[in-house]
C-alpha cells in the first residue's frame, strides 16, 4: 500500500514523461481474504482523481495459484500437470507447489517458478483459467469493466 501511496502522489505531481496511465492495475495478494475485500481495501487508499483508472487484482490466496489456474497451458511450458487443490489457505503452499511442479517437469527452479510467469501467461487461456479460479475471473472481470471504459471514452471524444 505504501508503494501505491507513493506512486499516487507521483501520479498527482505529474510523471517524469509527462504521460498519465490509461488504467492503473493494482496487485496484492488476497491472502486468505476475498477478492471484494482486497479491492475495498484497495479502494480506501485510492485518491478520487485515480479511482475512474483502478482495477484490482486480488489472487486468492497468492500470486503463484493464478500460474497453475490453467493446467493445459502450465503443461506446455513447464512439462508437467500438478494437482492443484481448491483454495487451500495454507502459507506457502502454491509457492511449494509451483517450485515442485517445475522440478516435477525436469527444470531448476532458480525464482521458485515465477522464472516461467511469462511464459505460463503467454500460453493462458484467460477462460479456463477464469473457470478454475475465482479471484482470476475477478480481475479479469476488473479487468474487461475496465477496458470497456476506456473504450466508451474514445468513442465520446471521436
Not at 56 to 62: I, K, L, R, T
Request: glycine fraction near 6%.
Amino acid at each position: 500500500m505504501q508503494e501505491f501511496q507513493a506512486y499516487q502522489r507521483l501520479l498527482g505531481r505529474g510523471l517524469p514523461s509527462g504521460r498519465h496511465p490509461d488504467l492503473l492495475v493494482v496487485a496484492m495478494d488476497g491472502n486468505c481474504s476475498t477478492f471484494n475485500a482486497k479491492r475495498s481495501a484497495i479502494k480506501q487508499e485510492t485518491k478520487e482523481n485515480v479511482r475512474h483508472m483502478l482495477v484490482s487484482a486480488c489472487p486468492n490466496p497468492h500470486i503463484e495459484r493464478w500460474f497453475l489456474a490453467d493446467p493445459d497451458s502450465f503443461y506446455q511450458v513447464v512439462g508437467y500437470r500438478p494437482d492443484v487443490a481448491s483454495e487451500k489457505c495454507e502459507r506457502g503452499y502454491y509457492k511449494r507447489l509451483l517450485s515442485n511442479a517445475v522440478k516435477e517437469g525436469s527444470h531448476i527452479p532458480t525464482l521458485g517458478g515465477i522464472e516461467f510467469a511469462r511464459d505460463i501467461v503467454e500460453k493462458m487461456d484467460l477462460y479456463r483459467a477464469s473457470k478454475n479460479d475465482a479471484s482470476f475471473k475477478a480481475f479479469m472481470d476488473d479487468l474487461r469493466n475496465g477496458l470497456k471504459s476506456l473504450h466508451r471514452s474514445d468513442r465520446r471524444k471521436k
